[in-house]
């Protein structure tokens, strides 16, 4: 099989200090919430990218037979590593499949009015910064009240999943353009009512991203910084 070379294979390299910062404010008050959802997936936002060591890996992945191959042994990441890895449970649950919202129901899973301005929700995504300035910044609900459909009380409730979706947006299922997917809301919503895994998710979206750079796509859009691991 021959390889391309990947000279250009672009990453997530560092963690978005936005999301570090709001992780630090989670930390504080529920901590223990967020691993309860999350899992190990907080455990990211402390790990360093190894760009070179990725790239190194893509020139041994035979996307044929989902394997990295090496002159003598071979290797591929499978689900119980994943499972492992995150502390995240797998076993006799229900794969989430992720579904696009409606940018009625994105929002209103975040606790706002329908804003039809924001254009950027018809094509199924949203930035880190919108998120963070309304549902991460203790004062959100002051600062963006009349777009909130909720009391600040309730807003509360709202915050978590949302920190969520930023995480699992920017680190687990990153895109090149720094969007995070608005069906990342359904997967947040699935996790928290329980029963359900999102681990297959995560190591199909590994081997999706590694056969796809492997055949020249520039932005790997796995999670890298477990993949290292």
């Known amino acids: 099989m021959d390889y391309p070379h990947f000279p250009n294979t672009q990453m997530v390299v560092k963690v978005n200090p936005t999301l570090k910062v709001w992780w630090k404010d989670i930390k504080r008050n529920r901590e ?4 309860e959802l999350l899992g190990g997936l907080t455990a990211l936002i402390s790990v360093k990218s190894d760009r070179y060591l990725i790239k190194a890996l893509l020139k041994f992945w035979d996307f044929e037979i989902l394997v990295f191959k090496f002159r003598d042994f071979e290797l591929t990441p499978t689900i119980e590593e994943i499972g492992g890895f995150l502390g995240l449970p797998y076993k006799e649950r229900e794969m989430i499949v992720p579904h696009k919202p409606t940018p009625r129901s994105f929002l209103k899973q975040m606790g706002m009015r329908h804003n039809p301005s924001l254009l950027c929700l018809k094509e199924g995504w949203i930035s880190l910064e919108f998120l963070y300035s309304r549902l991460g910044d203790e004062e959100g609900h002051e600062n963006f009240h009349k777009e909130f459909a909720c009391s600040p009380a309730k807003w509360e409730r709202y915050r978590l999943n949302a920190f ?16 995070i997917h608005t069906s990342l809301s359904y997967v947040v ?16 979206e590994i081997i999706r991203t590694l056969t ?11 999670c890298n910084f477990l993949l290292q691991l």
């Open 32 to 35: 223990l919430e967020a691993n």
């Open 164 to 179: 969520a979706i930023a995480l699992l947006g920017s680190l687990v299922f990153p895109t090149e353009r720094k969007k």
């Open 189 to 204: 919503r699935m996790l928290a009512r329980g029963g359900k895994t999102i681990v297959p998710m995560i190591l199909a």
């Open 212 to 222: 796809r750079c492997t055949k020249g796509r520039r932005y790997f859009e796995g």
